[in-house]
């Protein structure tokens, strides 16, 4: 009894912090989520599971990193990003860059 106890707690602990940083804005129908893989002055190129795209900067593109607004200094190589935005012609010109959790320390902030 003891040992189903502590499974159905560390369980229960895994999918909290799964729901926790689950971010409802990156699955929109303009929302693309993966790994930078060149970084750019005006953008930088994201591999999905599908695509590489060039992502751009506009003016009134926003930052975030651990839920704080940030700069484009955020985004380096081998992060995890979200990006929401307009896509065309390969391009997406972003409204939002979004530094996922799992990824804004240690080894990608090393690179």
């Given amino acids: 009894m003891n040992r189903w106890n502590s ?16 971010d409802a ?3 929109g129908a303009n929302a693309n989520t993966g790994e930078v893989v060149a970084t ?3 953008g930088f190129d994201l591999k999905t599971k599908t695509e590489t795209i060039h992502v751009k900067y506009s003016d009134a593109t926003k930052f975030e990193l651990d839920g704080k607004d940030a700069s484009k200094a955020a985004v380096k190589k081998g992060q995890r990003i979200g990006v929401v935005g307009a896509k065309a012609s390969g391009e997406v010109t972003a409204e939002q860059v979004i530094v996922l959790p ?3 320390a240690g080894d990608a902030a090393k690179k």
């Fill in 40 to 42: 750019m002055k005006d």
């Fill in 7 to 22: 499974t159905a707690g560390a369980l229960l602990l895994l999918a909290s912090s799964a729901l926790y940083a689950h």
């Fill in 25 to 27: 804005r990156l699955h």
């Fill in 102 to 104: 799992a990824t804004n």
